[in-house]
């Protein structure tokens, strides 16, 4: 798995991958490959940053990147990362994007994952740990190995995709995961106030996603609001 890591990280280092003006923007959107991810990084690629994007589906990647060229003409940076991967893999990449980048400007954590609905009492081991691997540990690991790039930016902005309607019944391991990532937010926003980072959680509420669709299968998603709408919303902020 490592060696895949090393192919991405040499990759990055070389001249394929434009760096962009130090004057511009950097942001970062995890689970930018599809939904609320690849809605949120349209939206900054529009304002003029260069964005980021890191996913584990490849061709998600490539169709963001697509419609970030035909609207603004500018390309992303694509990663493909799995955030299950080793915490070495994690190192690797904060390192990398360091030496090509410098620094990152806003960092919005958005990949998550729900898991399968369950009684608690009947959740099994893998799943609840791929759930906490997910939606806890990576975004952990995610802000240790960031942290220097974050600090050169000088006033960073993180935004942790989060969810406040929690103890629902069946989604014991996805509610647990979010009152942690809640609970972090929460913490790492009092330890870096006075270094100027600015954080924030922000709960999208209820969305078109495949995401859903895969919890709520006979839901009608003609109702509910789009990606689009939440992230064109959250941005104008």
């Known amino acids: 798995m490592i060696s895949n890591y090393r192919s991405l990280i040499q990759r990055l280092r070389s001249n394929s991958i434009a760096v962009p003006n130090s004057t511009k923007k950097i942001t970062l959107v995890t689970g930018a490959s599809r939904g ?14 260069h964005v980021i994007a890191l996913a584990k ?18 390309s992303a940076t694509l990663i493909p990362f799995n955030l299950t991967a080793p915490d070495t893999a994690f190192g690797m990449l904060g390192q990398t994007l360091f030496e ?22 009947h ?18 690991r995610l802000l240790r190995h960031l942290d220097p790039l974050l600090r050169s930016a000088g006033k960073p902005h993180i935004t942790f ?10 989604w014991g391991a996805y509610s647990a995961s979010k009152l942690a990532l809640n609970q972090i937010a929460a913490s790492y926003k009092a330890e870096t106030a006075q270094a100027g980072f600015i ?7 209820i969305m078109a996603t495949q995401l859903r669709r895969n919890a709520f299968p006979g839901e009608d998603q003609g109702t509910l609001q789009t990606t689009q709408e939440v992230a064109a919303g959250y941005c104008s902020n």
Request: hydrophobic share 35%.
């Open 36 to 49: 609320f991810g690849f809605s949120l990084a349209m939206q900054y690629a529009k304002r003029g940053d």
């Open 57 to 74: 589906t490849q061709g998600g990647l490539t169709e963001l990147d697509d419609a970030i060229k035909n609207t603004t003409g500018q």
């Open 100 to 121: 090509r980048f410098g620094k990152i400007d806003r960092l919005i954590l958005n990949a998550a994952t729900i898991g399968p609905s369950s009684p608690v009492a």
């Open 123 to 140: 959740t099994k081991e893998q799943d609840w740990q791929n759930v906490f691997a997910v939606n806890v540990t990576a975004n952990v």
């Open 161 to 170: 995709i989060t969810c406040t309607s929690l103890g629902d019944a069946y």
């Open 199 to 205: 954080v924030d959680c922000f709960d999208p509420g």
